[in-house]
Structure formats: C-alpha cells, structure tokens
C-alpha cells in the first residue's frame, strides 16, 4: 500500500511564495519505479487539472502547465520520496486545493487527501 501526504499550504500574499511538500511512504519499490509523480489542483466545481510533474519515461521529463510555468518548480528527493511544488509569484487565481499524484502501472493510481492554498491580500 501506497500513502502519500501532502503539507505546506494555507494563506499567502499575491505575489508570495509556498512550498508544497509530498512525502511518499508504503511499497518502496513503487518510489523507485513509478511512471509519474506530480502535483495536481481543483477549484470547487472544476475538474482537476494537472499543473507541474515528472514523468521518467524517456530518461525524465518534467511537465508544466502553461499558467504556471516559469512560477512554479517540482524539485524532487527520491531518497526521501518527496516531491515538492515550489511555487513562486503567487496570484488569486492559484487558490486552489493542491493533490499530489502517482502512477506506478500496474498499480493502482494514488492520491494524497490534499492541502488547501489561498492568495489573497
């Protein structure tokens, strides 16, 4: 079994910084072979929608979305399982709450339960 926890949010600024921290625990081997690891966010009434990740195929690639790019990076520590979403350059339209993803096929996909972000002065 797979947990993933997700830490680091609350109240900032518009033009602020947050770091979000996912820390990985569970099946080891799922963290050294997984598929996609990520950061995902929703606004009541909206889907989720995938913002910043990094996916290992093809040597590793790492995905922004376009509203984010440039703001927001996701270093990682594999040692620690740990995926953070740094994000920089806060604006109103980033409140969200903030998922952290995994994909590990055949496994099943994961979920943290999530951490709430609000920006506003």
């Known amino acids: 079994q797979v947990q993933l926890v997700e830490s680091g949010g609350g109240p900032v600024q518009p033009g602020g910084s947050l770091k979000l921290s996912c820390v990985g625990s569970?099946?080891?081997?799922?963290?050294?072979?997984?598929?996609?690891m990520g950061w995902y966010r929703q606004t009541p009434g909206s889907e989720r929608e995938l913002i910043a990740g990094f996916f290992t195929a093809n040597g590793g690639t790492t995905h922004y979305h376009h509203s984010i790019k440039d703001r927001f990076t996701v270093p990682r520590d594999g040692a620690r399982n740990t995926i953070y979403l740094q994000k920089n350059d806060l604006k109103p339209e980033d409140t969200a709450v903030y998922f952290c993803n995994l994909i590990a096929a055949p496994l099943p996909e994961y979920w943290g339960r999530g951490t709430q972000v609000t920006v506003s002065s």
């Open positions: 569970g099946n080891t081997f799922t963290f050294k072979a997984y598929n996609f």
